[in-house]
């Protein structure tokens, strides 16, 4: 009997996100893994970095680093981190710019090579990132995921912990619409033990706190000064591949693809996904309230206006 090969996931980006996550995916045993890199050595290096502690903490899973992207054949899940971080001086349009043009040839590549994998795209702007591979790929929405809502959602969970000293395996936070300033925490739908934090809460405390998710990956660069957030982030896009990967059925907040949901067509946007191992398995449709449906909608207006600026910068991605 021929031994069952290991699911493979590739990672496109050797940065702190992309390494980072690599390391929980083969320390945790969940499937080999593919590093990509166009910076020569840097994936190889920081893979056999990898695979050396394998011994002490011992894994046997596989990581390769490579700057070839036909090493990516056979993924079922390709995770996109590679990108420019917004420097000072420039101007998003700049920044749409430069990543839009890196996420086309990616993008390409992904439809050449994996063309049957789940894609997790993470590079911001991520909403808008994900819209133009989606478009240049051609795939479903179902295998095109935004990660964002899992990560602000777990920043949320954690300041309500700080704040309340409640463990964290308490609370269930739930966050919607664009990975940026305009997020849209759910209030209702965010307990400690089953309680809403509407009513756990001060709605002083509980203001800040959303001010703060919002501004969650601010705080970390302004307190390290040269870097962004990387264990978290990690940490989102695992609990994402796993649920995949083992057809979990996990609801994760993400951004996928609207077509109708909550009012809201023709936009990537951060809403409830029950994820498997087709990627997006069915979106779950919340009765928000007027005002956190007001919010969600000006949140994917924004989106929607980068998606203009794309259609004008990019106007031959391909899908109609």
């Given at each position: 009997?021929?031994?069952?090969?290991?699911?493979?996931?590739?990672?496109?980006?050797?940065?702190?996100?992309?390494?980072?996550?690599?390391?929980?995916?083969?320390?945790?045993?969940?499937?080999?893994?593919?590093?990509?890199?166009?910076?020569?050595?840097?994936?190889?290096?920081?893979?056999?970095?990898?695979?050396?502690?394998?011994?002490?903490?011992?894994?046997?899973?596989?990581?390769?680093?490579?700057?070839?992207?036909?090493?990516?054949?056979?993924?079922?899940?390709?995770?996109?981190?590679?990108?420019?971080?917004?420097?000072?001086?420039?101007?998003?349009?700049?920044?749409?710019?430069?990543?839009?043009?890196?996420?086309?040839?990616?993008?390409?590549?992904?439809?050449?090579?994996?063309?049957?994998?789940?894609?997790?795209?993470?590079?911001?702007?991520?909403?808008?990132?994900?819209?133009?591979?989606?478009?240049?790929?051609?795939?479903?929405?179902?295998?095109?995921?935004?990660?964002?809502?899992?990560?602000?959602?777990?920043?949320?969970?954690?300041?309500?912990?700080?704040?309340?000293?409640?463990?964290?395996?308490?609370?269930?936070?739930?966050?919607?619409?664009?990975?940026?300033?305009?997020?849209?925490?759910?209030?209702?739908?965010?307990?400690?033990?089953?309680?809403?934090?509407?009513?756990?809460?001060?709605?002083?405390?509980?203001?800040?706190?959303?001010?703060?998710?919002?501004?969650?990956?601010?705080?970390?660069?302004?307190?390290?000064?040269?870097?962004?957030?990387?264990?978290?982030?990690?940490?989102?896009?695992?609990?994402?591949?796993?649920?995949?990967?083992?057809?979990?059925?996990?609801?994760?907040?993400?951004?996928?693809?609207?077509?109708?949901?909550?009012?809201?067509?023709?936009?990537?946007?951060?809403?409830?996904?029950?994820?498997?191992?087709?990627?997006?398995e069915k979106i779950v449709l919340l009765p928000l309230s007027t005002e956190e449906e007001e919010a969600f909608h000006r949140s994917t207006e924004s989106i929607r206006q980068g998606i203009r600026t794309i259609d004008r910068l990019f106007p031959d991605l391909?899908?109609?």
């Amino acid at each position: 009997m021929r031994p069952r090969k290991r699911r493979k996931v590739s990672i496109v980006g050797a940065g702190n996100v992309g390494a980072t996550t690599a390391q929980k995916i083969v320390e945790n045993g969940l499937a080999d893994v593919v590093i990509l890199d166009v910076r020569e050595g840097m994936a190889q290096g920081k893979a056999l970095d990898i695979l050396e502690s394998g011994p002490l903490l011992g894994f046997d899973t596989r990581i390769v680093g490579s700057g070839n992207y036909e090493t990516i054949e056979g993924s079922s899940v390709v995770v996109v981190t590679a990108g420019f971080s917004r420097k000072p001086g420039m101007s998003r349009e700049d920044l749409l710019h430069k990543n839009g043009d890196i996420m086309i040839e990616v993008a390409e590549k992904i439809r050449k090579h994996a063309p049957d994998s789940v894609v997790i795209m993470v590079t911001n702007p991520m909403d808008l990132m994900a819209y133009i591979l989606w478009k240049v790929t051609g795939f479903p929405r179902e295998r095109v995921i935004g990660m964002g809502g899992a990560l602000d959602s777990s920043r949320f969970a954690y300041f309500v912990s700080e704040v309340t000293n409640t463990s964290v395996s308490n609370i269930q936070t739930m966050v919607m619409g664009g990975h940026g300033d305009d997020m849209v925490p759910l209030l209702e739908f965010s307990t400690i033990a089953g309680v809403s934090l509407k009513k756990a809460l001060d709605p002083e405390v509980l203001q800040n706190l959303v001010a703060r998710t919002r501004d969650g990956g601010g705080e970390i660069v302004r307190l390290m000064k040269d870097s962004s957030a990387y264990f978290a982030p990690a940490a989102a896009i695992y609990s994402m591949i796993e649920s995949i990967l083992h057809d979990r059925h996990r609801v994760i907040p993400s951004s996928v693809y609207l077509e109708g949901e909550y009012g809201v067509k023709g936009v990537f946007s951060g809403v409830p996904v029950q994820i498997g191992n087709i990627g997006l398995e069915k979106i779950v449709l919340l009765p928000l309230s007027t005002e956190e449906e007001e919010a969600f909608h000006r949140s994917t207006e924004s989106i929607r206006q980068g998606i203009r600026t794309i259609d004008r910068l990019f106007p031959d991605l391909g899908r109609s």
